[in-house]
């Protein structure tokens, strides 16, 4: 019998697991309502979680920028797709497009930060910083791109990690300070 490694094995199950998934999401949409509504939605977001985090799954470490990367090119059409199928109006440009563009931009500055800083105290610091700016930015951009009238989420957010990535930077130099003298 051949020898089957555990990242094809695991591949397969879930393979198996989401095919069925998605074949439960067509049985019972078209027996309660006879025509493809509803479905779209968990059998896009099956299908485009399966691909995103095959490669993960099947290299493990080694497919992790793989994963990244097909999570950065196929968020936004993944997203337009679910748009233009399911008629729920125009939130693709106004809400969808930036807090794709910025979360998949603070994807890759936490990889980033995660690969070069080794202190966990500067490091956390340095992504929670970031996620404020971003946070800021996606407000910002969807203010500029819609009539939305929003509460400042964006400024209390990003004053609010600011604060912590400054408190985070400050205990890793006290730590590491107070490690020095010992």
């Known amino acids: 019998m051949k020898f089957i490694p ?9 393979s198996v697991f989401v095919f069925i998934a998605i074949l439960v ?11 493809m509504t509803w479905l779209v939605y968990p059998v896009c977001s099956l299908i485009f979680a399966w691909g995103v985090f095959a490669p993960l ?17 196929l968020i936004l059409p993944y997203l337009l797709v679910l748009e233009q199928w399911t008629h729920t109006g125009s939130w693709f440009i106004p809400v969808a497009f930036p807090i794709s563009v910025f979360a998949v931009l603070f994807i890759w500055i936490t990889y980033a930060i995660l690969t ?7 490091a956390s610091s340095a992504i929670i910083a970031a996620g404020g700016v971003l946070s800021l930015c996606t407000y910002l951009a ?5 009539d ?10 990003f004053g609010s ?11 890793g130099r006290i730590r590491r300070e107070a490690n020095n003298k010992l």
């Open 6 to 14: 555990d990242s094809h094995a695991r591949l397969w199950a879930i």
């Open 25 to 35: 999401c067509v049985i019972c949409n078209m027996a309660i309502q006879r025509e």
């Open 57 to 73: 799954i099947y290299r493990g470490k080694e497919g992790l920028l793989l994963s990244l990367g097909l999570l950065s090119g």
């Open 116 to 122: 070069r800083i080794k202190n966990p105290w500067y």
């Open 142 to 146: 969807i203010l500029g791109l819609s």
């Open 148 to 157: 939305f009238a929003m509460f400042p989420w964006g400024w209390i957010s």
């Open 161 to 171: 990690a600011l604060g912590l990535a400054l408190l985070l930077l400050i205990a």
